[in-house]
C-alpha cells in the first residue's frame, strides 16, 4: 500500500498537536479509552507518543488507581485465572499510529530546508490574508517578535492573575504560585522555528501548553491545577487549611482563658489575719490564785474585745465590792486590826 494513502488522515500538524488539540485526534483516530490512557500516563503531545516505547506497559505493572482499572477493563479481556488480555485491536491501533508518526517525520526531516521556509512563509500568507486591514509584515514578524525570556514572562504574569482571580474557588486567602518553586516553565523550538512550551508542575507532571495566534495559553495547566491529579495542589490546600485551623485554635484559647488566680503573697496574708483572730479569742490561763472577781473578769474578757475588756473590768471592781456588802459580808481587817490587844488597863 502506498505510504500517502497511510498518511491521508493525518492533518498536516500532527507532529506538533499538544494538549486538547493531541487528546482529541487520539479520541478520533484511537478512541475515547485509548486517548484517556494516554492522558492518565501524561502522554499529552504528539512527541511524547513517539519517545515512549510502549503505552500498554503500564498494565503489567502492579499500581494501585480506580482509574486505570476501570481502563484495564475497557481495553483488555480478563481471562479465567484472573488475569488481563490486551485486545489485539488495541495493540494495533497504537502500534500503527506511532509507526505512521514516525514516517511523517521522517519525510520532514528529508524535505530541503528552502523548502520548509516557503512552507513558513505561505502559513504566514494564508493567516494575513484573514486581516487584510493589517500590513503583511505585522503577520510575518509576529511569530518571532517575543524572545524565549518574554514568552516566560508573559506565562508568568497570566498565571499570578489567575491565582488572585480564583482564591475564592480555590478556599485560599493567599492564593500564589511562584516560578521555579511551585512549576518550572520550558520553552524550545522545533525544526520549522515554532515555539513549543510546557509546564512542569511541583507534583512531577509535564503538562504541554497550546497555542493561540502564536501566543502561548496556559489553560491546561489551570486544568490540572483544579483537577485531582495534582498533588502539589492538594499539598497547598492542606497547608492553608492547617494553618487556619491553628489560628482558631489560638483565638479559642485567649477567648477561654481561665480569671487570674490570687497570689501565694495575698494567701499568706490572709491565714495571717485568720490566726490573729484566733489568738486574739484564746488567752493563756493565769497560775496564781485569783479571786472570784478576777476571774469573773478574766472570763468575761475572753469573750470580749481587748479595748471592751478593759473597760468592763473596771466597771465591774466597783460593783463585785458593792456585792459583797449586800451579801452581808464584811471586808477582812488588816493584820494590826486583828491582833489588838485585850487587857483593860486597871483604873
Not at 150 to 162: P, Q, S, T
Not at 217 to 234: E, F, R
Not at 235 to 264: G, V, Y
Request: hydrophobic residues 30%.
Amino acid at each position: 500500500m502506498p505510504i500517502s494513502r497511510t498518511l491521508d488522515y493525518l492533518p498536516l500538524n500532527v507532529l506538533t498537536l499538544c494538549g486538547q488539540e493531541f487528546f482529541q485526534f487520539t479520541k478520533k483516530i484511537l478512541g475515547e479509552p485509548e486517548a484517556k490512557l494516554l492522558l492518565k500516563i501524561s502522554v499529552k503531545s504528539t512527541s511524547s507518543l513517539l519517545l515512549i516505547e510502549d503505552p500498554l506497559n503500564v498494565f503489567n505493572e502492579d499500581i494501585d488507581d480506580h482509574e486505570l482499572e476501570s481502563l484495564k477493563e475497557q481495553l483488555c479481556f480478563k481471562l479465567k485465572n484472573e488475569k488481563y488480555l490486551i485486545k489485539p485491536g488495541v495493540v494495533s491501533g497504537f502500534r500503527s499510529l506511532k509507526e505512521d508518526l514516525k514516517i511523517k517525520h521522517d519525510e520532514l526531516l528529508k524535505q530541503p530546508v528552502e523548502k520548509q521556509r516557503q512552507r513558513q512563509q505561505l502559513s504566514n500568507v494564508d493567516s494575513s490574508s484573514l486581516c487584510s486591514l493589517a500590513p503583511t509584515t505585522q503577520t510575518t514578524t509576529k511569530p518571532t517578535s517575543l524572545s524565549i525570556s518574554e514568552h516566560k514572562e508573559y506565562i508568568v504574569r497570566f498565571i499570578n492573575k489567575w491565582c488572585c482571580d480564583n482564591k475564592e474557588n480555590v478556599g485560599i486567602e493567599a492564593f500564589n504560585l511562584a516560578q521555579d518553586v511551585d512549576y518550572t516553565i520550558n520553552i524550545d523550538g522545533d525544526q520549522i522555528s515554532d515555539i513549543n512550551a510546557s509546564i512542569k508542575c511541583k507534583c512531577g507532571r509535564l503538562i504541554m501548553l497550546g497555542k493561540n495566534n502564536n501566543k502561548i495559553q496556559v489553560s491546561n495547566y489551570y486544568k490540572h491545577l483544579l483537577s485531582i491529579a495534582c498533588d502539589h495542589m492538594k499539598k497547598i490546600k492542606q497547608a492553608a487549611n492547617d494553618n487556619r485551623s491553628k489560628q482558631q485554635q489560638q483565638q479559642q484559647q485567649q477567648q477561654q482563658q481561665p480569671q487570674p488566680q490570687p497570689q501565694p503573697q495575698q494567701e499568706d496574708q490572709q491565714q495571717e489575719q485568720q490566726q490573729q483572730q484566733q489568738q486574739s479569742l484564746t488567752l493563756p490561763v493565769a497560775t496564781t490564785p485569783l479571786s472570784q472577781s478576777n476571774v469573773s473578769s478574766i472570763q468575761f474578757r475572753d469573750v470580749l474585745s481587748p479595748t471592751t475588756a478593759q473597760a468592763t473590768s473596771n466597771i465591774n471592781s466597783p460593783a463585785l465590792a458593792a456585792q459583797g456588802t449586800h451579801n452581808g459580808k464584811r471586808p477582812l481587817a488588816s493584820q494590826s486590826q486583828q491582833h489588838r490587844p485585850t487587857k483593860r488597863s486597871r483604873t
